[in-house]
């Protein structure tokens, strides 16, 4: 690791400092659960705010997934899936409207294969990235702001995607830590 250029040592970081901050949020919501419980009116405000912050940049390393699997355990899974995936799909918006500016300069190979995928699929590109969890919805974002997606249809398609995939993690959740 001492000859690794210092973005490299970043990401690692980050990447350790995120899975640490899943694992405790995931063992403070289980060892939490009856005070939750009680708190269900201010529990998903709460998960739909981790949920914007988790999707609105990747420097901050928000839990989204270990919420809404832990949240699941305690809280209506449906009702977890609704509050992250509402969350996840307004902080995406950070890379759609960085799209839509015209600021992105550099293109990539990648760019070129979503901008292919968006023009032939269109809205079911981004339900496709935002249902699976993956590293590349960020650049599908950024290329649907772009291409002038119509805002509406990639709220739509991201909200569509990410409630059903925060879903099966509280159901998940619900099946694995649940009382």
């Excluded at 509050?83 to 990648?110: D, M, P, Q």
């Amino acid at each position: 690791m001492e000859n690794e250029p210092a973005p490299v040592r970043f990401n690692i970081v980050k990447a350790v400092l995120g899975l640490l901050a899943a694992v405790g949020m995931t063992v403070a919501i289980f060892h939490f659960r009856t005070s939750i419980e009680q708190y269900k009116a201010v529990s998903y405000p709460a998960i739909f705010l981790i949920s914007v912050l988790g999707n609105a940049t990747v420097i901050f390393p928000a839990p989204s997934y270990a919420v809404a699997f832990s949240g699941g355990a305690v809280l209506n899974p449906l009702g977890v899936g609704v509050a992250a995936g509402l969350g996840a799909t307004l902080g995406e918006l950070t890379g759609y409207l960085l799209g839509s500016s015209g600021r992105v300069i550099a293109k990539s190979n990648l760019h070129a294969r979503f901008e292919t995928l968006i023009t032939k699929w269109g809205w079911l590109t981004i339900f496709g990235l935002s249902l699976i969890p993956n590293p590349f919805f960020d650049i599908g974002g950024i290329v649907a702001g772009m291409m002038k997606m119509p805002a509406w249809k990639f709220l739509l398609a991201t909200a569509a995607g990410k409630v059903i995939r925060f879903t099966l993690f509280g159901v998940i959740g619900e099946a694995l830590l649940g009382t």
